[in-house]
């Protein structure tokens, strides 16, 4: 395909290697791999090379949790599509006036991008006709799962045609998501694209253990240091994303805030804003970063450590994107050392120890890294993991 060599595509990914020879075939897919990893070039090669581009009729529906995905995976189908002429792909998503998605359906795409909101929508006004789907592709199926998207899910699968392809999309495959598989699926491949072959590859991963009363300034310090052009900082609350939003500011960084209270047209607002370079730090709740998708994003800070794997490997993997290099930076409070260790033992990543002085951050001279192979020999030795590095890791004392 020319719009593979346009976008520079040379060496497939892991998922894109496993996922398109099956869908090829017409198979269900069911696949278990976070953002990041190149999954939506995985089912949009595969879609497009089949797309019918004479026919005036729906034939790919791809549902998406948020706008800021939906568009990101319209974007990526038109570049793959650019040199096949006649195949026309659609965005619909709430926050946009309507009548104008509702003229544009007047085209006749043949692929549709949607969330699942806005496409029950259409539905129910009748400006869209599923009975000639041949192909669902439901991306990021779990976190559609957590934002209550299971009533419309249903309701659009029950309006396009038994027999379809159906692909699923999921960082988690949990019981939930193996119902809406065994619900929509019919002897689905099964495909896990394992953490070591992801993003976490990609991104120089550190951790620095520092006080809670002491975060705020030694994250102004790493700023000052590094000086990245486009970072993301995850917290824990909304009201924390906004709080030290403006304290970044205040210290003199182009800072913004995004976090589920957020109307959608201030949401699509920051992240505009984002995109465009106007502010360089995003500071974001888990919930609201799902979906995001930007290029470019040079590192992560989790100034709140996630209290599980997954969140901690969907976060770095908004960097380290595109065969290019990110770095993660995670603050841990004493208290929180045993989430670290989870992190560590689940992910098997190696995440190595700064400290924060006069200097700046720097590595740890007294461990070159952190793995789950430490963990294990300190306990073997009867010792409390930790212990022996306890005073030598606070920061700000």
Known sequence: MRGLKKMNFQTPFPVQEAVIEPMLDYKDVLVQAPTGTGKTAAFGIPIIERIDPQSRHIQTIILCPTR???????????????????????????????????????????????????????????????????????????????????????????????????????????????????????????????????????????????????????????????????????VATKAMADSLAQQLIAAGHLADSIHGDLHQRQRNKVMQRYRDGKISLLVATDVAARGIDVDGIDAVVNYDIPGDSDSYVHRIGRTGRANRNGVSYTFVCPKERGKLQSILYNTKATILPVSLGAGGFKPREDHASTSVSSKTSKRKHGSKPWDRRRRKMRVGA
């Open 68 to 234: 800021e995905l939906a568009l990101q995976t319209t974007s990526v189908l038109r570049q793959l599509a650019a040199f096949k002429q006649g195949v026309r792909i659609l965005a619909l998503y709430g926050g946009e006036p309507i009548h104008h998605q509702i003229t544009a359906l007047k085209r006749r795409p043949q692929i549709i991008v949607a969330t699942p909101g806005r496409l029950l929508d259409h539905m129910n006004r009748h400006t869209t006709r599923l009975n000639q789907v041949n192909c669902v592709v439901l991306d990021e199926a779990d976190r559609m799962l957590d934002m209550g998207f299971r009533e419309d899910i249903a309701t659009i699968m029950q309006n396009i045609p038994d027999e379809r392809q159906t692909v699923l999309f999921s960082a988690t495959v949990s019981k939930a998501i193996e119902k809406i598989a065994s619900t929509y699926q019919t002897d689905a491949q099964q495909i896990c694209i394992k953490q070591e072959t992801l993003a976490t590859s990609r991104v120089e991963q550190y951790y620095s253990e520092i006080r809670s009363n002491a975060k705020t300034s030694a994250l102004i310090q790493l700023l000052n240091e590094k000086k990245f052009e486009r970072c993301i900082v995850f």
